[in-house]
């Protein structure tokens, strides 16, 4: 159980940080709330006292013998302010307490996370610019906001990232408290996730198993570090990782197209997508009506090695490859991904056993990730943004 300063400024979305709250509070952690006074026009104190299990306070003379303001800051392990409006990270960046929130921030010496929600023009103002910053010099942890439906009927750039990738990072950032520096920041990096559906009909598909959600933890946290991603998404339902450019695709010829149009001015790929190795030679143009007798045998051709021809073509960039691999008669997991690694030619290959249960569809994951300089790094089961974070090392080491 870690202790846990959850900051609330005055945002609409201060609404979305009660769904945040619950999710640490289930996760285990010793959660206390330190709403500012807007914050509190927005959600009242008893909702945040009533999931927290623990008393809220927006003020610095509240059981001020306990002297509040400083020993909230000492004892967290984790500060989170969600939503971090215009106003407090101007407050923050410039060092003025004038409640419990900007008092705690002063005196916590953990790492600081801050989820901005505001209006597009306000993100994009100069002072703004200029504060995220001096906080991120600083060494605290800015996340991009997403970008969608804001307040009014405008949409942009300002929405509060979505609770879950929030904890998620929470969740990274305690157990590896370094996991989200900015060393890819301008990085150019393009990231595929999920599964590529090759049609038989207008309603079946050959397909696998691939939720995506191991290239989105890569594409969240590549974020979170500064780089500017472009995510090319097969077939995943998942909420937009902040920060994040998505490209939408089906196929593998439509995925090979966005990939190696993204491709040609990145600094990094990581092709973390299933693509199918073949496709049906030809698709119906009308459902396959079931007929009596034995079904009629589909006809495959290949699917073009997108990572090959990646590597082929490259003009500087760094290739990351994911091998989902059995073990069989014929060699170990590890065994078949070194095979793989050699013949591929890419940079980094993140081999991962699957099957049982494993891997795909999952929130946590184990893989080894092979260097083709003879190089591995274990990465033990756990969490897919734990993993995230070790690719991202391994990328920003190479990168360096």
Not at 215 to 220: F, I, L, M
Not at 296 to 319: F, K, M, T, W, Y
Not at 336 to 345: M, Q, T, V, W
Request: hydrophobic share 50%; with cysteine.
């Amino acid at each position: 159980m870690s202790r846990i300063v959850l900051g609330v400024s005055g945002g609409i979305a201060a609404y979305k940080a009660a769904d945040l709250l619950r999710k640490l509070v289930e996760a285990g952690h010793d959660v206390t709330v330190a709403p500012t006074e807007a914050a509190l026009r927005f959600v009242g104190t008893p909702t945040w006292a009533a999931l927290s299990h623990r008393p809220v306070s927006s003020d610095v003379w509240t059981d001020a013998a306990d002297v509040p303001h400083v020993r909230l800051g000492r004892d967290a392990e984790l500060v989170v302010v969600a939503p971090a409006t215009a106003d407090l990270l101007a407050k923050a960046a410039h060092g003025l307490a004038d409640d419990l929130l900007t008092n705690t921030l002063l005196t916590a010496r953990c790492p600081v996370l801050f989820a901005p929600a505001m209006h597009t023009e306000m993100w994009e103002h100069p002072a703004t610019v200029e504060n995220v910053r001096t906080l991120r010099r600083r060494g605290a942890i800015v996340l991009e906001p997403a970008t969608g439906r804001l307040t009014g009927a405008d949409t942009g750039k300002g929405r509060l990232p979505e609770p879950a990738e929030i904890a998620q990072l929470c969740e990274l950032v305690l157990s590896r408290p370094g996991a989200l520096s900015q060393d890819l920041a301008g990085r150019r990096i393009v990231v595929t996730a999920g599964g590529t559906r090759e049609p038989l009909d207008p309603v079946r598909f050959l397909g696998n198993a691939s939720s995506g959600r191991q290239g989105y933890a890569v594409a969240t946290v590549a974020a979170a570090r500064g780089a500017r991603v472009t995510l090319i998404a097969a077939n995943v339902e998942l909420p937009v990782p902040s920060g994040a450019d998505v490209i939408r695709v089906g196929d593998a010829l439509s995925l090979r197209e966005a990939v190696l149009k993204a491709a040609a001015d990145a600094d990094v790929v990581v092709m973390a997508a299933a693509v199918a190795d073949f496709r049906p030679v030809t698709a119906a143009e009308h459902k396959i009506k079931k007929a009596a007798g034995a079904p009629q045998p589909v006809a495959l051709e290949a699917n073009p090695d997108i990572l090959a021809e990646l590597v082929a073509g490259r003009s500087g960039q760094l290739l990351v490859g994911f091998a989902a691999e059995t073990g069989d008669a014929s060699g170990s997991v590890l065994e078949h991904g070194r095979a793989k690694l050699a013949a591929k030619g890419c940079d980094l290959l993140v081999v991962n056993a699957v099957g049982e249960g494993r891997a795909f569809g999952q929130a946590e994951n184990a893989a080894v990730i092979l260097d083709a300089a003879g190089g591995e790094v274990d990465v033990p089961f756990g969490p897919k943004a734990v993993l995230a974070a070790a690719i991202c090392d391994a990328i920003a080491a190479r990168l360096d």
